[in-house]
């Protein structure tokens, strides 16, 4: 049995190491360390039906990926702790289970990715207790470098002899801290991976819609699942902790956060599912099972339903058929009355689509309103204040178009009558969403067919109230009882969309007013939520008093969030809602064409994630103001800043507050080794560099030349979004001076200046990350904030 309580002791211990960030002792050496201690200590209770055998990997590679608008990766010497457990005599076969011991620099890293190293541990060991053997190996992966954007698992998969065994993975991530784990990428296609997670998880929770909402690319995030997929060629699962985004990534990703059942429910699932896969016969022939998609969906948690896209499809076209029976026959009528009813239905249609549009128009004017203001991220905080502001605005919107067509277009029409034409406009509006979702190969097609099969069906069985009751007290019940279903269903859905969207509006950039976006969400979920409701807006009497209700809900909620009521952030021991923002203290070297230095300045690079910018920080900081915003250097690459990740497209605000120079011991050196000019007239750059753990690499290219292979990647070097090059680099423990060419081509008539070429070194541990005036401008940030502080250096060369 899993025992969650050893798990949560692994996890302490891990935790208690203090921030893991790759290349650093505590990752490299304690971590490891650790690990390969408890490992011995199973392996010598294990049982000696298994055969179980450990390695250290450490690999170095490079790649490049089209994730957070494309970069290149480049690894040397990171750390991979490989376990393999197989039935004595060997398999051909294995299931791998992965986690990642490293964390971000900052944050103690427990849900992110200690806690799923920890179940691994405990499944280990419950695993190799057991007395009989497994068909197959099961291979775990305990990776070393995750938040490095992936290396470690792309050095795992393209390199260790192990690799070539896996058939199927499991990945454990997480998004947020604590909660259930939840399914939310599978395949690519092999159903036979679904079927065997619903069938073996004690506690499934999975669901499609994530997964194409994740898929889409509209979440800034990306784990190991990419990696396996893309350099791998191999299916498997992704599941990730999603509760409590807002502390993912911060010093509040604490073990303290993770209940135990949490660990209990995750190790459940993780065993039965390993056990399951390396004993399944699909695993070892998976090709033969590869072909189609899954539609699956938890139920409120409690079961997961999952069926083929392909019985989805003829399921939704069903859907469709009653759809059009339903409507066909009430055109078929005779004709005086059918061109009465198909008037009546467009204009019905119309009427809807312009109430829709005019809920949207209203919520953005007052999102945009607010964000220029300055109270943007009101609801971050507390949640309510979104539906009391922009849910009530949407509804009464909707509720206002729909009483003045009542009032002045269909003066002399019957309620009932009308209650059915708009019944019919939401079913038809429906179906239009279902033919194009299923036509687009969208598993979440699955929700419209919901969404219209149980209404059609109340409709049947209402039939008779429909045209002689009207509005009448039973007519109501069954009504409503009818839309249970597809109701609490949605609702639950939207509960879940805004679980996971709120927080990362959080770290969502400058750009982007989060107001607006959650704004729209609000009215999307109010427009479905609304569509089987506005037949009753025909049938009552008057709507005067609801709209003056929400009117007022939502006239005194605006005035309150713009008199600055809601502070965005809390720093509440019991559920923290930090502000994210890093703080780079950087000393810059421009050197000209000639090697001279032609500028050199130092600062605290400050930047955040959200919208806010500084304007809630510089109340308690003065000197963090708009006089010291950062100036794009036009001429240099992303601008001339240190970059970690490349999100200068996501972030274009930010400060630098002048300081005194850096000076870590562990100096970042770069140099130009060679220039040569190559037999297909280009010229070819070979630089050197050495210094900490991480690195990154930046080229723009000048007028009249373009960047045409280099050593890196796969040999095509890949532009980040805006049009210059960005190399992720970072080293484990020990490594070599960095050696890499690129090679320019130069039109014919040559400019002076090729390229522009940038280096900038991240000191994220030991002394060399800190400085005396980061630390005293830490200590002044509020106690609502989390900063995470580094030290960088930067140097751009000309060539
Ligand atoms: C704004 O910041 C600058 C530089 O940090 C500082 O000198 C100045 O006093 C600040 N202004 C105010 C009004 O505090």
């Not at 010291?628 to 972030?651: D, M, Q, S």
């Not at 930010?654 to 970042?668: F, G, H, I, Q, T």
Request: overall charge negative.
């Amino acid at each position: 049995e899993f025992d969650a309580r050893q798990a949560r002791n692994y996890l302490e211990h891990i935790t208690s190491i203090g921030p893991r960030t790759t290349g650093s002792p505590e990752n490299e050496v304690l971590t490891v360390r650790y690990l390969l201690e408890q490992i011995k200590l199973i392996e010598d209770q294990s049982n000696s039906v298994h055969e179980i055998a450990v390695d250290v990997q450490r690999p170095t590679g490079s790649f490049s990926i089209d994730f957070l608008g494309g970069f290149t990766s480049y690894y040397d010497n990171i750390t991979n702790v490989v376990v393999k457990l197989e039935p004595r005599g060997g398999a051909q076969h294995a299931v791998l289970a992965n986690c990642h011991f490293d964390s971000v620099a900052n944050s103690p890293g427990a849900s992110d990715d200690a806690v799923s190293c920890s179940v691994m541990l405990e499944v280990l060991r419950v695993l190799s207790t057991s007395s009989e053997a497994f068909h197959h190996a099961i291979i775990f992966l305990f990776n070393g470098a995750e938040e490095n954007i992936l290396q470690a698992s792309h050095g795992f998969i393209t390199q260790h002899p192990w690799a070539s065994l896996i058939r199927a993975f499991i990945n454990l991530e997480a998004a947020g801290v604590g909660g259930k784990e939840l399914v939310f990428q599978t395949g690519p296609e092999n159903p036979w991976l679904v079927q065997a997670y619903v069938s073996a998880a004690k506690h499934p929770f999975a669901s499609v819609v994530a997964q194409e909402v994740f898929q889409s690319g509209i979440i800034p995030s990306d784990t190991d699942f990419r990696i396996y997929r893309d350099f791998g060629n191999i299916p498997g699962i992704d599941l990730a902790f999603i509760e409590n985004g807002y502390i993912y990534h911060t010093k509040y990703d604490t073990a303290d956060r993770i209940p135990i059942d949490s660990i209990q429910r995750a190790g459940d699932n993780i065993l039965a599912v390993l056990k399951y896969l390396a004993t399944s016969d699909m695993l070892a022939s998976s090709s033969k099972y590869k072909h189609g998609n899954m539609v699956f969906f938890d139920v409120f948690g409690l079961f997961v339903i999952a069926y083929p896209s392909r019985v989805g499809s003829i399921i939704n076209y069903m859907v469709v058929m009653l759809v059009v029976l339903y409507l066909g026959r009430k055109l078929l009528q005779p004709k005086h009355k059918t061109a009465h009813y198909m008037k009546d239905f467009f204009c019905g249609l119309g009427i809807t689509l312009i109430s829709w549009f005019t809920s949207l128009v209203t919520v953005l004017i007052i999102a945009v309103f607010i964000s220029l203001i300055g109270q943007s991220l009101s609801w971050y905080n507390h949640f309510y204040v979104s539906v009391c502001l922009y849910g009530t605005a949407a509804v009464a919107k909707i509720i206002f178009i729909h009483t003045l067509a009542k009032r002045f277009y269909y003066v002399n029409t019957s309620d009932r009558y009308l209650g059915e034409i708009f019944f019919d406009v939401s079913l038809f509006v429906h179906c239009v969403s279902l033919v194009t979702l299923t036509y687009q190969g969208l598993c979440m097609a699955f929700i419209s067919a919901v969404w219209i099969a149980f209404p059609l069906l109340t409709k049947f069985f209402l039939h008779k109230d429909f045209k002689y009751h009207g509005a009448g007290g039973k007519f109501l019940v069954f009504y409503l009882l009818g839309m249970f279903v597809p109701y609490l269903y949605a609702l639950y859905l939207i509960w879940a969309v805004f679980e996971m969207f709120t927080p990362i509006l959080g770290r969502s950039g400058t750009q982007i007013p989060p107001d607006a976006v959650l704004a729209s969400i609000l009215a999307g979920c109010i427009m479905i939520l609304s569509s089987y409701f506005i037949n009753f807006i025909y049938l009552a009497k008057s709507t005067k008093r609801t709209l003056v209700a929400l009117t007022s809900v939502c006239g005194i909620t605006f005035l309150l969030v713009c008199s600055g009521a809601f502070f965005p952030y809390s720093s509440d021991p019991a559920s923290p809602k930090p502000k994210r923002v890093f703080l780079q203290h950087t000393t810059r070297t421009f050197h000209d064409l000639d090697g001279n230095v032609v500028k050199r300045d130092s600062g605290i690079w400050i930047n955040g994630f959200d919208y806010t910018g500084m304007s809630h920080i510089t109340p308690h900081i003065p000197e963090i103001n708009e006089t010291i915003r950062a100036h794009c250097e036009e001429t240099a690459p992303l601008c001339g800043f240190p970059w970690y990740l490349p999100v200068h497209f996501l972030i274009k605000k930010n400060w630098y507050l002048p300081a005194s120079e850096v000076s870590p011991r562990d100096r970042a050196h770069f140099r130009l080794i060679s220039k040569e000019q190559t037999p297909w007239d280009s010229v070819r750059l070979t630089f050197e560099a050495t210094g900490p753990s991480h690195m990154s690499f930046y080229v723009r290219t000048h007028k009249g030349s373009t960047l045409s292979r280099w050593s890196l990647g796969n040999g095509t070097p890949v532009t980040s979004k805006g049009g210059d090059y960005f190399v992720f680099y970072s080293h484990g423990l020990q490594a070599s001076a960095w050696q890499f060419w690129i090679e320019v081509q130069v039109s014919e008539e040559q400019p002076e200046e090729m390229v522009t070429v940038a280096l900038a070194a991240h000191h994220f541990f030991g002394e060399d990350k800190r400085s005396p005036q980061l630390d005293a401008l830490k200590e002044k940030f509020p106690d609502w904030t989390f900063p995470s502080a580094w030290v960088c250096t930067y140097d751009l060369f000309v060539f």
